[in-house]
Protein backbone atom coordinates (compact mmCIF):
# COMPACT_ATOMS: atom_id res chain seq x y z
CA UNK A 1 0.00 0.00 0.00
CA UNK A 2 1.25 3.14 -0.84
CA UNK A 3 2.03 6.61 1.44
CA UNK A 4 -1.29 7.90 -0.05
CA UNK A 5 -3.40 5.28 0.18
CA UNK A 6 -2.06 4.83 3.80
CA UNK A 7 -3.06 8.35 4.66
CA UNK A 8 -6.40 7.86 3.32
CA UNK A 9 -7.09 5.57 5.19
CA UNK A 10 -5.76 6.62 8.53
CA UNK A 11 -9.21 7.50 10.82
CA UNK A 12 -9.95 11.03 11.47
CA UNK A 13 -10.71 12.04 14.51
CA UNK A 14 -14.11 12.47 14.46
CA UNK A 15 -14.63 8.96 12.71
CA UNK A 16 -12.89 7.78 16.08
CA UNK A 17 -14.80 9.68 18.70
CA UNK A 18 -17.42 8.59 17.12
CA UNK A 19 -16.52 4.80 16.59
CA UNK A 20 -17.63 2.29 19.54
CA UNK A 21 -14.71 2.70 21.00
CA UNK A 22 -14.47 6.43 20.75
CA UNK A 23 -18.38 6.41 22.54
CA UNK A 24 -16.64 4.12 25.27
CA UNK A 25 -13.97 6.27 25.65
CA UNK A 26 -16.58 9.20 26.30
CA UNK A 27 -18.44 7.23 28.52
CA UNK A 28 -15.63 6.67 30.78
CA UNK A 29 -13.03 9.39 30.58
CA UNK A 30 -13.17 13.37 30.69
CA UNK A 31 -13.33 14.55 27.24
CA UNK A 32 -10.27 16.68 27.28
CA UNK A 33 -7.99 13.40 27.62
CA UNK A 34 -10.10 11.14 25.07
CA UNK A 35 -9.45 14.15 22.69
CA UNK A 36 -5.75 14.15 23.37
CA UNK A 37 -4.95 10.42 22.96
CA UNK A 38 -6.85 10.38 19.59
CA UNK A 39 -5.10 12.95 18.55
CA UNK A 40 -1.50 12.24 19.78
CA UNK A 41 -2.11 8.57 17.99
CA UNK A 42 -3.18 9.53 15.15
CA UNK A 43 -0.43 12.19 14.91
CA UNK A 44 2.03 9.48 15.58
CA UNK A 45 0.84 7.04 12.92
CA UNK A 46 0.85 9.76 10.39
CA UNK A 47 4.41 10.85 11.51
CA UNK A 48 5.53 7.18 10.73
CA UNK A 49 3.96 7.28 7.30
CA UNK A 50 5.32 10.66 6.02
CA UNK A 51 8.68 8.73 7.19
CA UNK A 52 8.18 6.00 5.13
CA UNK A 53 6.85 2.98 7.77
CA UNK A 54 3.82 0.91 6.85
CA UNK A 55 1.72 0.87 10.47
CA UNK A 56 -1.86 -0.87 10.40
CA UNK A 57 -3.93 2.28 10.49
CA UNK A 58 -7.18 0.53 10.99
CA UNK A 59 -9.73 1.35 13.23
CA UNK A 60 -9.16 -1.50 15.64
CA UNK A 61 -5.09 -1.31 15.76
CA UNK A 62 -5.80 2.68 16.69
CA UNK A 63 -8.07 2.43 19.42
CA UNK A 64 -5.78 0.24 21.18
CA UNK A 65 -2.80 2.64 21.17
CA UNK A 66 -5.35 4.85 21.76
CA UNK A 67 -7.11 3.27 24.91
CA UNK A 68 -3.26 2.82 26.28
CA UNK A 69 -2.71 6.46 26.13
CA UNK A 70 -5.89 7.71 27.83
CA UNK A 71 -5.25 5.47 30.54
CA UNK A 72 -1.99 6.83 31.14
CA UNK A 73 -2.91 10.19 30.62
CA UNK A 74 -6.06 9.61 33.22
CA UNK A 75 -4.39 7.37 35.73
CA UNK A 76 -4.02 8.61 39.27
CA UNK A 77 -0.57 10.71 39.86
CA UNK A 78 -1.24 9.97 43.93
CA UNK A 79 -2.02 5.93 43.93
CA UNK A 80 -0.76 2.95 46.18
CA UNK A 81 2.63 1.27 46.33
CA UNK A 82 4.05 -1.69 47.77
CA UNK A 83 6.38 -0.94 50.10
CA UNK A 84 8.94 -3.47 50.26
CA UNK A 85 11.41 -1.25 52.06
CA UNK A 86 11.41 -2.36 55.65
CA UNK A 87 10.80 0.78 56.31
CA UNK A 88 7.28 0.64 58.61
CA UNK A 89 6.34 4.24 59.12
CA UNK A 90 8.01 5.49 55.77
CA UNK A 91 6.99 9.09 55.31
CA UNK A 92 7.55 9.56 51.86
CA UNK A 93 5.40 6.14 51.46
CA UNK A 94 2.29 8.22 53.28
CA UNK A 95 3.61 6.63 56.60
CA UNK A 96 0.57 4.32 58.32
CA UNK A 97 -1.60 1.99 56.30
CA UNK A 98 -4.94 2.10 57.92
CA UNK A 99 -7.08 -0.41 59.30
CA UNK A 100 -10.37 -1.59 57.33
CA UNK A 101 -12.96 -0.21 60.16
CA UNK A 102 -11.26 3.09 60.23
CA UNK A 103 -11.70 2.97 56.41
CA UNK A 104 -15.41 2.11 56.16
CA UNK A 105 -15.69 5.15 59.21
CA UNK A 106 -14.55 7.64 56.56
CA UNK A 107 -16.23 6.58 54.03
CA UNK A 108 -19.39 6.56 56.08
CA UNK A 109 -18.61 9.93 57.67
CA UNK A 110 -17.46 11.67 54.13
CA UNK A 111 -20.13 10.05 51.93
CA UNK A 112 -23.11 12.19 53.42
CA UNK A 113 -23.35 15.48 56.16
CA UNK A 114 -22.47 14.45 58.91
CA UNK A 115 -22.53 16.28 63.11
CA UNK A 116 -18.72 17.97 62.62
CA UNK A 117 -19.59 20.51 64.11
CA UNK A 118 -23.19 20.29 65.34
CA UNK A 119 -24.20 19.30 68.74
CA UNK A 120 -27.12 16.50 68.45
CA UNK A 121 -28.05 16.52 72.39
CA UNK A 122 -28.46 20.27 72.01
CA UNK A 123 -29.82 21.26 68.61
CA UNK A 124 -27.24 23.86 67.86
CA UNK A 125 -23.14 24.25 67.07
CA UNK A 126 -21.16 21.97 68.42
CA UNK A 127 -17.44 21.36 68.37
CA UNK A 128 -15.56 19.46 65.77
CA UNK A 129 -12.80 18.40 68.75
CA UNK A 130 -15.19 17.02 70.83
CA UNK A 131 -15.70 14.17 68.80
CA UNK A 132 -11.85 13.10 69.52
CA UNK A 133 -11.88 14.72 73.00
CA UNK A 134 -13.56 11.63 75.26
CA UNK A 135 -11.53 9.11 74.05
CA UNK A 136 -8.39 11.14 74.29
CA UNK A 137 -9.05 12.04 77.92
CA UNK A 138 -9.75 8.47 78.05
CA UNK A 139 -6.78 6.82 77.20
CA UNK A 140 -4.08 9.34 78.00
CA UNK A 141 -5.64 10.32 81.32
CA UNK A 142 -5.21 14.13 79.83
CA UNK A 143 -7.46 17.30 81.62
CA UNK A 144 -8.17 18.25 78.42
CA UNK A 145 -6.93 18.05 74.33
CA UNK A 146 -7.44 19.41 70.92
CA UNK A 147 -6.50 18.57 67.40
CA UNK A 148 -5.02 19.79 64.63
CA UNK A 149 -3.51 19.17 61.41
CA UNK A 150 -0.05 17.61 62.24
CA UNK A 151 2.27 17.78 64.93
CA UNK A 152 4.77 20.48 63.08
CA UNK A 153 1.23 22.43 63.19
CA UNK A 154 0.41 21.28 66.66
CA UNK A 155 4.05 22.72 68.36
CA UNK A 156 4.08 25.70 66.10
CA UNK A 157 0.44 26.18 67.68
CA UNK A 158 1.48 25.74 70.89
CA UNK A 159 4.72 27.84 70.84
CA UNK A 160 2.40 30.77 69.49
CA UNK A 161 -0.94 30.48 71.67
CA UNK A 162 1.43 29.88 74.86
CA UNK A 163 4.67 31.95 74.58
CA UNK A 164 5.07 34.52 71.62
CA UNK A 165 7.07 37.37 72.68
CA UNK A 166 8.38 35.09 75.47
CA UNK A 167 11.49 32.64 76.69
CA UNK A 168 11.27 28.82 75.69
CA UNK A 169 14.21 26.87 77.37
CA UNK A 170 14.98 23.51 75.17
CA UNK A 171 18.47 21.67 75.78
CA UNK A 172 20.77 22.13 72.82
CA UNK A 173 20.74 18.30 72.85
CA UNK A 174 17.35 18.51 71.57
CA UNK A 175 16.99 20.95 68.81
CA UNK A 176 15.86 18.99 66.03
CA UNK A 177 15.51 18.87 62.59
CA UNK A 178 12.95 16.30 61.63
CA UNK A 179 13.42 16.22 57.62
CA UNK A 180 10.58 18.29 55.21
CA UNK A 181 12.53 21.25 57.03
CA UNK A 182 10.80 20.97 60.26
CA UNK A 183 13.61 22.46 62.74
CA UNK A 184 13.00 23.45 66.03
CA UNK A 185 14.77 26.88 65.76
CA UNK A 186 12.80 27.88 62.50
CA UNK A 187 9.48 27.10 64.06
CA UNK A 188 10.15 29.06 67.42
CA UNK A 189 10.94 31.87 65.29
CA UNK A 190 7.95 31.79 63.05
CA UNK A 191 5.82 31.57 66.37
CA UNK A 192 7.20 34.20 68.23
CA UNK A 193 8.69 33.00 70.92
CA UNK A 194 12.47 33.71 71.95
CA UNK A 195 14.33 30.47 72.01
CA UNK A 196 16.88 30.09 74.86
CA UNK A 197 19.30 27.21 74.30
CA UNK A 198 20.88 25.67 77.55
CA UNK A 199 23.62 23.01 78.30
CA UNK A 200 25.70 21.76 75.52
CA UNK A 201 24.74 18.53 72.14
CA UNK A 202 26.09 15.69 74.80
CA UNK A 203 24.83 17.27 78.45
CA UNK A 204 22.16 19.19 79.73
CA UNK A 205 21.44 19.47 83.88
CA UNK A 206 18.94 20.72 85.62
CA UNK A 207 20.60 23.69 86.82
CA UNK A 208 21.28 24.80 83.26
CA UNK A 209 17.73 24.90 82.98
CA UNK A 210 17.22 26.21 86.21
CA UNK A 211 20.00 29.09 85.35
CA UNK A 212 18.10 30.00 82.86
CA UNK A 213 14.43 30.78 84.12
CA UNK A 214 13.86 34.31 84.99
CA UNK A 215 11.10 36.48 84.15
CA UNK A 216 10.86 36.37 80.70
CA UNK A 217 10.58 32.63 80.68
CA UNK A 218 7.03 31.38 78.96
CA UNK A 219 7.54 27.67 78.80
CA UNK A 220 10.06 24.79 79.34
CA UNK A 221 9.97 22.49 76.27
CA UNK A 222 11.49 19.22 75.92
CA UNK A 223 11.50 17.69 72.66
CA UNK A 224 11.95 13.94 72.02
CA UNK A 225 15.16 12.64 70.11
CA UNK A 226 13.14 10.96 67.57
CA UNK A 227 15.40 10.29 64.74
CA UNK A 228 18.75 10.78 66.33
CA UNK A 229 20.44 9.30 69.48
CA UNK A 230 23.22 11.31 71.35
CA UNK A 231 25.49 8.00 72.77
CA UNK A 232 28.58 8.11 74.85
CA UNK A 233 29.41 10.54 77.37
CA UNK A 234 25.69 11.85 76.92
CA UNK A 235 22.75 13.01 79.95
CA UNK A 236 19.69 14.90 79.99
CA UNK A 237 17.13 15.54 82.13
CA UNK A 238 14.08 13.26 82.81
CA UNK A 239 10.83 14.93 82.47
CA UNK A 240 9.44 14.39 85.91
CA UNK A 241 12.50 16.70 86.63
CA UNK A 242 11.54 19.29 84.47
CA UNK A 243 8.33 19.06 85.58
CA UNK A 244 9.81 19.81 89.16
CA UNK A 245 11.30 22.85 87.76
CA UNK A 246 8.62 24.33 86.36
CA UNK A 247 5.98 24.04 89.53
CA UNK A 248 8.82 25.40 91.59
CA UNK A 249 9.25 28.40 88.98
CA UNK A 250 5.65 28.67 88.36
CA UNK A 251 6.45 27.95 84.55
CA UNK A 252 4.30 25.67 82.53
CA UNK A 253 6.50 22.40 80.79
CA UNK A 254 5.42 21.15 76.95
CA UNK A 255 6.74 17.80 75.75
CA UNK A 256 7.04 17.53 72.13
CA UNK A 257 6.95 13.71 71.64
CA UNK A 258 7.16 13.27 68.24
CA UNK A 259 5.55 9.88 67.56
CA UNK A 260 3.37 9.39 70.56
CA UNK A 261 3.02 5.91 71.64
CA UNK A 262 -0.23 4.73 72.71
CA UNK A 263 1.19 0.92 72.97
CA UNK A 264 3.60 -0.49 75.66
CA UNK A 265 6.73 -1.72 73.82
CA UNK A 266 8.63 -2.89 76.40
CA UNK A 267 7.42 -6.88 76.28
CA UNK A 268 8.92 -6.40 72.69
CA UNK A 269 12.37 -4.80 73.87
CA UNK A 270 11.58 -1.60 72.55
CA UNK A 271 12.23 0.39 75.62
CA UNK A 272 13.30 3.73 73.90
CA UNK A 273 9.36 5.34 73.08
CA UNK A 274 8.14 7.41 75.93
CA UNK A 275 4.52 5.93 76.75
CA UNK A 276 1.83 9.12 76.37
CA UNK A 277 -0.04 8.54 79.20
CA UNK A 278 3.27 7.88 81.23
CA UNK A 279 4.13 11.51 80.20
CA UNK A 280 1.04 12.93 81.12
CA UNK A 281 1.12 11.18 84.61
CA UNK A 282 4.41 12.82 85.10
CA UNK A 283 2.29 16.13 85.41
CA UNK A 284 3.54 17.78 82.04
CA UNK A 285 1.39 20.45 81.24
CA UNK A 286 0.98 20.01 77.64
CA UNK A 287 2.08 17.09 75.80
CA UNK A 288 2.11 16.93 71.47
CA UNK A 289 2.41 14.14 69.04
CA UNK A 290 1.51 12.96 65.72
CA UNK A 291 -1.47 10.55 64.63
CA UNK A 292 0.69 9.15 61.50
CA UNK A 293 3.57 7.38 63.73
CA UNK A 294 3.30 5.00 66.15
CA UNK A 295 -0.41 5.80 66.79
CA UNK A 296 -1.25 4.16 63.18
CA UNK A 297 -3.47 6.92 62.07
CA UNK A 298 -4.23 9.46 59.92
CA UNK A 299 -2.01 12.63 59.84
CA UNK A 300 -2.52 14.53 62.69
CA UNK A 301 -1.42 16.44 65.55
CA UNK A 302 -2.60 15.99 68.99
CA UNK A 303 -2.42 18.37 71.83
CA UNK A 304 -3.13 16.75 75.10
CA UNK A 305 -2.95 18.73 78.83
CA UNK A 306 -3.88 20.93 81.42
CA UNK A 307 -7.61 22.27 80.67
CA UNK A 308 -6.50 26.25 80.80
CA UNK A 309 -3.79 26.16 78.36
CA UNK A 310 -5.70 23.44 76.18
CA UNK A 311 -8.49 26.39 75.95
CA UNK A 312 -5.89 29.30 75.02
CA UNK A 313 -4.93 27.34 72.32
CA UNK A 314 -7.96 26.16 71.31
CA UNK A 315 -8.69 30.20 70.86
CA UNK A 316 -5.97 31.02 69.23
CA UNK A 317 -6.62 32.46 65.51
CA UNK A 318 -3.82 29.82 64.17
CA UNK A 319 -6.23 26.67 65.07
CA UNK A 320 -8.33 27.91 62.79
CA UNK A 321 -6.00 28.13 59.99
CA UNK A 322 -3.93 24.31 61.01
CA UNK A 323 -7.61 22.97 61.59
CA UNK A 324 -8.02 18.76 61.36
CA UNK A 325 -10.84 17.90 58.17
CA UNK A 326 -13.14 15.96 58.67
CA UNK A 327 -12.36 12.72 56.99
CA UNK A 328 -9.52 12.58 59.67
CA UNK A 329 -11.77 13.60 62.28
CA UNK A 330 -13.23 10.44 61.15
CA UNK A 331 -9.82 8.23 60.82
CA UNK A 332 -8.32 9.27 63.64
CA UNK A 333 -11.50 8.85 66.23
CA UNK A 334 -11.92 5.79 64.91
CA UNK A 335 -7.62 4.78 65.52
CA UNK A 336 -8.42 5.97 69.03
CA UNK A 337 -10.99 4.07 69.57
CA UNK A 338 -8.70 0.51 68.39
CA UNK A 339 -6.21 2.12 71.29
CA UNK A 340 -8.73 1.92 73.79
CA UNK A 341 -7.86 -2.21 74.08
CA UNK A 342 -3.63 -2.24 73.69
CA UNK A 343 -4.43 -5.94 72.89
CA UNK A 344 -6.84 -5.20 70.13
CA UNK A 345 -4.61 -2.19 69.25
CA UNK A 346 -1.31 -4.51 68.52
CA UNK A 347 -3.76 -6.85 66.16
CA UNK A 348 -5.69 -4.45 63.91
CA UNK A 349 -3.49 -1.31 63.38
CA UNK A 350 -1.28 -2.01 60.77
CA UNK A 351 1.50 0.25 62.21
CA UNK A 352 2.07 -2.10 65.47
CA UNK A 353 1.19 -5.21 63.70
CA UNK A 354 3.89 -4.85 61.03
CA UNK A 355 6.42 -3.40 63.65
CA UNK A 356 5.47 -6.40 66.07
CA UNK A 357 5.32 -9.44 63.48
CA UNK A 358 7.17 -12.28 64.39
CA UNK A 359 10.51 -13.18 62.81
CA UNK A 360 9.08 -16.33 62.01
CA UNK A 361 5.91 -14.79 60.17
CA UNK A 362 8.21 -12.69 58.25
CA UNK A 363 10.54 -15.65 57.23
CA UNK A 364 7.45 -17.91 56.14
CA UNK A 365 6.09 -14.78 53.93
CA UNK A 366 9.36 -14.46 52.30
CA UNK A 367 9.71 -18.02 51.87
CA UNK A 368 6.16 -17.73 49.84
CA UNK A 369 7.38 -15.13 47.80
CA UNK A 370 10.32 -16.45 46.84
CA UNK A 371 8.80 -19.67 46.01
CA UNK A 372 5.96 -18.20 43.90
CA UNK A 373 8.48 -16.00 41.87
CA UNK A 374 10.58 -18.88 41.53
CA UNK A 375 7.56 -20.85 39.74
CA UNK A 376 6.44 -18.27 37.65
CA UNK A 377 9.70 -16.31 36.91
CA UNK A 378 12.33 -17.78 34.83
CA UNK A 379 15.96 -16.77 35.09
CA UNK A 380 15.66 -15.24 38.43
CA UNK A 381 18.39 -15.61 41.31
CA UNK A 382 15.72 -15.31 44.09
CA UNK A 383 17.55 -15.82 47.63
CA UNK A 384 15.81 -15.42 51.33
CA UNK A 385 18.15 -13.52 53.99
CA UNK A 386 17.98 -12.75 57.54
CA UNK A 387 18.06 -8.61 57.77
CA UNK A 388 17.11 -5.55 59.96
CA UNK A 389 14.23 -3.09 59.40
CA UNK A 390 13.54 -0.24 60.74
CA UNK A 391 10.57 1.67 62.21
CA UNK A 392 11.26 5.03 60.47
CA UNK A 393 9.24 8.30 60.51
CA UNK A 394 10.92 9.79 63.31
CA UNK A 395 10.34 6.54 65.79
CA UNK A 396 13.17 4.07 66.99
CA UNK A 397 16.15 5.55 65.85
CA UNK A 398 18.50 3.02 66.07
CA UNK A 399 16.25 0.01 67.00
CA UNK A 400 16.95 -2.72 64.41
CA UNK A 401 13.94 -4.97 64.10
CA UNK A 402 15.26 -8.45 62.89
CA UNK A 403 13.72 -9.73 59.67
CA UNK A 404 13.93 -11.65 56.35
CA UNK A 405 14.52 -10.45 52.75
CA UNK A 406 14.19 -11.25 49.09
CA UNK A 407 17.46 -10.40 46.80
CA UNK A 408 16.72 -10.62 43.12
CA UNK A 409 19.55 -10.96 40.67
CA UNK A 410 18.62 -11.58 37.03
CA UNK A 411 20.87 -12.15 34.26
CA UNK A 412 21.90 -9.28 32.23
CA UNK A 413 19.47 -6.39 33.98
CA UNK A 414 21.41 -4.45 36.50
CA UNK A 415 20.66 -3.96 39.80
CA UNK A 416 19.12 -0.22 39.33
CA UNK A 417 17.67 -1.08 35.97
CA UNK A 418 15.70 -4.22 37.96
CA UNK A 419 14.89 -1.57 40.63
CA UNK A 420 13.74 1.09 38.39
CA UNK A 421 11.31 -1.47 36.74
CA UNK A 422 9.61 -2.53 39.93
CA UNK A 423 9.05 1.10 41.17
CA UNK A 424 8.16 2.41 37.52
CA UNK A 425 5.62 -0.78 37.07
CA UNK A 426 2.16 -1.19 36.80
CA UNK A 427 2.17 -1.23 40.31
CA UNK A 428 4.94 0.10 41.77
CA UNK A 429 7.14 -1.94 44.35
CA UNK A 430 9.85 0.23 46.09
CA UNK A 431 12.85 -1.85 47.11
CA UNK A 432 16.41 -1.04 47.79
CA UNK A 433 20.00 -2.21 46.35
CA UNK A 434 22.39 -3.50 48.51
CA UNK A 435 25.67 -5.61 47.36
CA UNK A 436 24.52 -5.32 43.62
CA UNK A 437 21.17 -7.18 44.59
CA UNK A 438 17.41 -5.71 44.20
CA UNK A 439 15.87 -6.40 48.01
CA UNK A 440 13.18 -6.78 48.97
CA UNK A 441 11.91 -6.98 52.84
CA UNK A 442 9.01 -9.05 53.61
CA UNK A 443 8.55 -6.60 56.76
CA UNK A 444 6.47 -4.48 55.14
CA UNK A 445 4.97 -6.52 52.25
CA UNK A 446 1.32 -7.39 53.34
CA UNK A 447 -0.09 -10.43 52.65
CA UNK A 448 -2.67 -9.19 50.20
CA UNK A 449 0.04 -7.79 48.16
CA UNK A 450 2.07 -10.76 47.76
CA UNK A 451 0.17 -12.10 43.99
CA UNK A 452 0.60 -8.53 42.93
CA UNK A 453 4.21 -7.79 43.82
CA UNK A 454 5.02 -11.73 42.12
CA UNK A 455 3.54 -10.24 38.99
CA UNK A 456 4.90 -6.86 39.34
CA UNK A 457 8.36 -8.81 39.96
CA UNK A 458 7.64 -10.92 36.76
CA UNK A 459 7.34 -7.96 34.55
CA UNK A 460 10.01 -6.10 35.62
CA UNK A 461 12.35 -9.16 34.99
CA UNK A 462 10.65 -9.99 31.80
C1 LIG B 1 7.68 13.86 63.54
C2 LIG B 1 7.93 14.90 64.53
C3 LIG B 1 7.35 16.17 64.39
C4 LIG B 1 6.49 16.51 63.22
O1 LIG B 1 5.31 15.77 63.22
P1 LIG B 1 4.42 15.68 61.89
O2 LIG B 1 3.20 14.94 62.34
O3 LIG B 1 5.23 14.97 60.88
O4 LIG B 1 4.11 17.08 61.48
C5 LIG B 1 7.60 17.11 65.36
N1 LIG B 1 8.41 16.83 66.41
C6 LIG B 1 8.99 15.63 66.57
C7 LIG B 1 9.87 15.39 67.74
C8 LIG B 1 8.77 14.62 65.64
O5 LIG B 1 9.35 13.42 65.78
Redesign the pocket.
Same mark, same amino acid.
Request: hydrophobic content about 35%.
Given at each position: MDQKELLRRLPSVDEVLRSPYGLGWLDAYPRRYVLRAVREIIDFKRGEILEGYTPDVSLDAIATDIGIRVERLTAKRLRPVINATGVVIH?NLGRAPLPPDVLSNVVDVARGYSNLEYDIEAGGRGERYDHVRWILKEITAAEDAVVVN $? $? =? =?A &?LLCLSALAAGREVIVSRGEL &?E?G?A?RIPDVMLQSGAVLKEVGTTNKTHLGDYEGAVGEQTGLLLK??Q #? $?YRVIGFAGDVSIGELVGLGRRKGVPVMF?? +? #?GCLTDLRPYGIHDEPLVHDVVREGVDIVTF #????LLGGP?A +?IIVGRKDLIGRIAAHPLTRAVRIDKLTLAALESTLFCHADPEKARERIPVLRILLQEEEVIRRRARRISLLIKRGVENVEVTVEKDESQAG? +? =?LPGVYLPTYVLTLKVRGVSAQLLERRLRKGEVGVIARIKAGKVVLDARTIMDSEVKLLVQAVREAVG
Open positions: T $N $N =A =A &V &VIGFIH #S $NDL +G #S #SGDKQ +GG +G =A
